[in-house]
Nanobody, 124 residues
Framework: QVQLVESGGGLVQAGDSLTLSCAAS????????WGWYRQPPGKQRELVAT???????MYGDFVQGRFTIARDDAKNTVYLQMNSLKPEDTAVYYC??????????????????WGQGTQVTVSS
């Protein structure tokens, strides 16, 4: 099984920056695309950003140029650089590897993996 572990969350003030990381580990695998999602208090989970294997990126409308998603395939890690943070960015942030090929039992299987989440709190 592939494990995704996020880090970098915390408490910051409005206007500050924060970088989240998510590292994948466990066996033989290939991650095609990555995604960051978030779940604000009392709300549904929403897409923050995605990055494809070729580097194409997509962002939620609320990002408005403040966030940047990047990947380091040599480290099996995805990053989310967040600038100009606002109180409404407060949420649990989750990384996702939706189409990951994992080698098990002499064959490849594809699966969808999620991290456990990291809390980001932005104070006004």
């Amino acid at each position: 099984q592939v494990q995704l572990v996020e880090s970098g969350g915390g408490l910051v003030q409005a206007g500050d920056s924060l970088t989240l990381s998510c590292a994948a580990s466990g066996g033989i695998f290939t991650i095609n695309s990555w995604g960051w999602y978030r779940q604000p208090p009392g709300k549904q989970r929403e897409l923050v950003a995605t990055i494809a294997s070729g580097g194409n990126t997509m962002y939620g409308d609320f990002v408005q140029g403040r966030f940047t998603i990047a990947r380091d395939d040599a480290k099996n890690t995805v990053y989310l650089q967040m600038n100009s943070l606002k109180p409404e960015d407060t949420a649990v942030y989750y990384c996702n590897a939706p189409d990951t090929y994992y080698y098990i039992g002499k064959s490849w299987t594809i699966d969808d993996y999620w991290g456990q989440g990291t809390q980001v709190t932005v104070s006004s």
